[in-house]
């Protein structure tokens, strides 16, 4: 069974830094691009972030370019989101999802990442 | 303002059917990439409803269907249940913006 975990999420202040873990299960990770998905309270889904099976692809939305960072270690099934620099508009629920063919068709449970003072 | 456009909300009576459309552009659907659309129930991560414009995963009941016209995609819904009741976004690759680009989600309600 495919599995996603999210954790690392919690209360931070502006300014400050969060890193975010994804940790995979039930398939073979290495083989699979990921992505990282946010929902603002209330709002809808906004793609952040993407890294391809090896690490040679990587993208972002203008909204965190330069302020966040996608890795992941294949060894370890794992893709992090490092998040500096972080505002109030970042306060968001962040999914990790992996990509198939272009659909998102596995996601994790969600962390929630507040930023304010 | 999202890339791809979605009614805010619709609704229908248990049993009727409904639908709901995905606006884009040609740097987008019109381009010819795939529409996926996600069922998100409240406080629950997002599933995979319809991948590549009209494909069920196995477990998704074939009350759901999806269609890719032009610049535009709809996903319909017949038999309404009140499970249903959820929220639901169109899914995207962009090429202008290089990424996948979601549309703003509609919250469907079953009266």
């Known amino acids: 069974e495919v599995q996603l975990v999210e954790s690392g999420g919690g209360l931070v202040q502006p300014g400050g830094s969060l890193r975010l873990s994804c940790a995979a299960s039930g398939f073979t990770f290495n083989k699979y691009s990921m992505n990282w998905v946010r929902q603002a309270p209330g709002k809808g889904l906004e793609w952040v972030s993407y890294?391809?099976?090896?690490?040679?692809?990587?993208k972002y939305s203008d909204s965190v370019k330069g302020r966040f960072t996608i890795s992941r270690d294949n060894a370890k099934n794992l893709v992090y989101l490092q998040m500096n620099s972080l505002r109030a508009e970042d306060t968001a629920v962040y999914y990790c999802?992996?990509?198939?063919?272009?659909?998102?068709?596995?996601w994790g449970q969600g962390a929630l990442v507040t930023v304010s003072s | 303002q999202s890339v791809l456009t979605q009614p805010p909300s619709v609704s229908g009576a248990p049993g009727q059917r409904v639908t709901i459309s995905c606006t884009g552009s040609?740097?987008?659907?019109?381009?010819?990439?795939?529409v996926h659309w996600y069922q998100q129930l409240p406080g629950t991560a997002p599933k995979l409803l319809i991948y590549g414009n009209t494909n069920r995963p196995s477990e998704v009941p074939d009350r759901f269907s999806g269609s890719k016209s032009g610049t535009s995609a709809s996903l319909a819904i017949t038999g309404l249940q009140a499970e249903d009741e959820a929220d639901y976004y169109c899914q995207s690759y962009d090429s202008s913006l290089s990424n996948s680009v979601f549309g703003g989600g509609t919250k469907l309600t079953v009266l």
């Open positions: 999802a992996r990509e198939d063919t272009g659909e998102f068709d596995h």
């Open positions: 040609s740097s987008n659907i019109g381009a010819g990439y795939d």
């Open positions: 890294i391809s099976s090896s690490s040679v692809t990587i």
